[in-house]
């Protein structure tokens, strides 16, 4: 059955009216919310405030490297400390290495650009931040549902947003309400501010519904892949925080690994590629297996028995995009009764590799917009005065220092590296030219014919590992009894068209293990295979697809990973 013929026979659906909704629990979503509180409490008011979150709990679906830059929380939660913030970790020394396969070139610290720099920051485990941030919502008198994906947008008459509606429970796999089916219920604002993170369900048809990136350069995509490890206390250097370049990555592809020291002998390690690479044959989550493998790296992870060190311990596991095309590629974040805030919209900084600081400051931004709104009648208007805070803020200067950083990438590391240290070390971020993108990521992947095969070679089960025990510790879990929630515009392409001309580019850039081409039962060739189930909701295929056959909705509430500590 369609949405509609659900609704026809089961509805209407429960409306809840509020004052501002807001879809995404993260910490652009619940920074919005605390401030709308914060202000409402100091004028002696109410406002009322709903957060959806599509995760099992706040944190949940939150994967991010991560250091943090406290600037902004300080600004929204001056007594963060005293408040026992999970800013544990402070950052005591930075690396920036050039890797080979075998050498390494470590960057002197007084040659790196200040945004290299970390001097006050902090590694964390946004996950638990993203809870943290829930727990001060909360008090204030929030109200957040968890589990409860937003999977509608709702509109008013004249074309403004009327608010979301959540999807349905209980469908099953053919698409019939099952015996345990609930209708979604609706979620009515004054305001509504989307924060669901890096190519959002609802961002995307918001972006296109409203042409909110006319004369914009096309948004750029990196693919983190992340792993938690705990390792031997004696390979376990607190507060250090190493970034690479260059090796496994061919020069003309943009990726980079990182290595942070948490607290508790724990440590972070990750890599990014750029979703605008060429060769379809690349695979991230491969390119991140490979990386460990460098002497570099594995050091700290394998064990040394003559002087009796212990093998590290690999404990979780996620995937998530990345926006990375910075102040030029930031669409319009405003439209009649509502907002973008955070990395919905693109905010993070790709030269810092930094996003929590930018997503706490426009969410405070945006509520700061949206409370002087409803204080003064209004509603299902443009919040224009978001707008105008952000291009007089600290983050709008910040962004564009950095408008280049990426850009300069698709002429070659070595190129990028004298071009970034120029603009950056040289001229403080104070740049007279600017570099435009002129196509979206899907549209540089090359013809397969036209391209090397990579031979990654096999995990060892000890360093390296293969998607699927990555996605057992992640933590994710979908109902198996229910749609797929990755759907194929035309169900031919895969083969016709992407194992055609790309050799199935699917069944690689997915480092989840969701799409395999499978021998057809019919006998008759292969066919796409979608393991729904598997899906971490990184957006990969919904950005990376040659076709963009596939795109990514939300599935039932409550799915996914369940990341917490990562």
Known sequence: ??????????????????????????????????????????KGQDVSVVVLEKGSEPGAHTLSGAI???????????????????????????????????????????LLPKCFHNEGNYIVRLGFVSKWLADQAEALGVEIFPGFAAAEVLFNDDGSIKGVATGNMGIGKDGEPTGDFQLGMELHGKYT?????????????????????????PQAYGIGIKELWEIDPARHKPGTVVHTAGWPLQPDTYGGGFLYHLEGNLVTLGFITGLDYANPYISPFEEMQRWKTHPNIRWYLEGDETKGIKPAKRLSYGARAITAGGILSLPKFVFPGGALVGCEAGFLNVSR?????????????????????????????????????????????ELYKSRNFKAWFKKGLSTASVMNGIEQF?????????????????LYLKPAAQCQPIDYPKPDGKLTFDRLSSVFISGTNHSEDQPAHLLLKDAGVPVNINLAQYAAPETRYCPAGVYEMVDDEAGSGKRLQINAQNCVHCKTCDIKDPTQNITWVTPEGGGGPTYAGM
Do not use: C
Request: glycine fraction near 10%; charged fraction near 25%; avoid cysteine.
């Open 1 to 42: 059955m369609t949405n509609e013929e659900i609704l026809a026979q089961y509805g209407p659906r429960e409306a809840m009216e509020y004052d501002v909704v807001i879809v995404g629990g993260g910490p652009a979503g619940l920074s919005t919310a605390i401030r709308l509180k914060q202000l409402a409490q100091e």
């Open 68 to 110: 943090m830059d406290p600037q902004a929380l300080t600004e929204l939660i001056p007594d963060w400390k005293a408040k026992g913030a999970p800013l544990n970790q402070p950052v005591t020394n930075d690396a920036m290495v050039f890797l080979g396969e075998k050498s390494s070139l470590r960057t002197p610290n007084w």
């Open 193 to 217: 501010i989307f924060a669901e993170g890096a190519r959002g369900h609802l961002g995307k048809q918001l972006i296109a519904h409203f042409k909110l990136d006319a004369g914009k350069d």
């Open 353 to 397: 590799i930094k996003g929590s600081h930018a997503a706490i400051k426009t969410g405070m931004m945006a509520a700061e917009a949206a409370y002087d709104a409803i204080a003064a009648g209004r509603q299902g208007d443009t919040l224009s005065a978001y707008e105008a805070a952000f291009e007089n803020s600290w983050l709008y200067d």
């Open 426 to 442: 040289l001229l403080k971020g104070n740049i007279p030219w600017t570099l435009h993108r002129d196509k979206p990521d899907h």
